[in-house]
Nanobody, 116 residues
Framework: QLVESGGGLVQPGGSLRLSCAAS????????IGWFRQAPGKEREFVAA????????DYSNSVKGRFTISRDNAKNTVFLQMNSLKPDDTAVYYC???????????WGQGTQVTVSS
């Protein structure tokens, strides 16, 4: 099971850090991804990290503003989101899989709202 947390309401230009914690299994050898879905839109890829922290990928819309990282000792993956924009408003989901861009387990999502 994957559980996201850290969402909330933030003003444009602000920051949030999302967490994705695993229970019932260890994340050590899984790739982890973050996706988001805004109202009326399809779910879209945000960022991903391989089981080796040196292997990351980002969508062009968040590159340079968001950073994905993992702490295997805490069995948790983080998404640091800086310089947030209203267009970043969405439900954010984390997902796990055997390799980058191969996903088979999803969390329930956490709401991020960027508004003044």
């Amino acid at each position: 099971q994957l559980v996201e947390s850290g969402g909330g309401l933030v003003q444009p230009g602000g920051s949030l850090r999302l967490s994705c914690a695993a229970s019932g299994f260890t994340l050590d050898y899984f790739a982890i991804g973050w996706f988001r879905q805004a109202p009326g839109k399809e779910r879209e890829f945000v960022a991903a990290i391989g089981w080796s922290s040196g292997n990351t990928d980002y969508s062009n819309s968040v590159k340079g503003r968001f950073t994905i990282s993992r702490d295997n000792a805490k069995n948790t993956v983080f998404l640091q989101m800086n310089s947030l924009k209203p267009d970043d408003t969405a439900v954010y989901y984390c997902t796990a899989g055997p390799s980058l861009h191969v996903w088979d387990t999803w969390g329930q999502g956490t709401q991020v709202t960027v508004s003044s």
